[in-house]
């Protein structure tokens, strides 16, 4: 019963980042290197994602695989505290990554409009912390 729960709520949390990218199912499988079918059954529950296929989607999505997999994702205030730590250049890697992910206009990356407040406030106060803007 509980292996059939966590592989319901991955599959919901795969077709919430399939949406979160504006990708059909179809298009989905193919950037996963995977039939349409296997796609299907691995977003409705009914089938193990595989290591393979969690590596490919963390790779081009950025998704770390315990929230894909667990729905465990660290709080906005730890992810904040690391950030505060790295050297300016993995600051910027990591801006240049948000903006490759999210685009310049990031009003349909997020389903929770607070989330998106939160992320655009980050963003200005990084940009004028290290840029002088």
Not at 31 to 37: E, H, Q
Not at 109 to 119: A, I, L, N, S, T
Request: with cysteine.
């Amino acid at each position: 019963m509980e292996k059939t729960i966590v592989k319901r709520e991955t599959g919901i949390r795969l077709r919430k980042l399939r949406e979160a990218l504006g990708y059909t199912q179809e298009r989905m499988a193919e950037a996963l290197d995977v039939s349409v079918t296997l796609y299907k059954k691995m977003e409705s529950g009914s089938y193990n994602i595989s290591v393979k296929t969690l590596r490919k989607i963390k790779g081009f999505t950025g998704i770390s695989i315990d929230y894909l997999m667990f729905g465990e994702q660290k709080v906005y205030e730890e992810i904040w505290m690391q950030l505060q730590s790295a050297e300016h250049f993995t600051k910027l890697k990591l801006m240049f990554r948000l903006i490759a992910y999210f685009g310049t206009d990031s009003s349909d990356c997020f389903v929770d409009r607070k989330q998106e407040e939160r992320f655009s406030r980050f963003l200005d106060e990084w940009v004028e912390k290290y840029f002088n803007v």
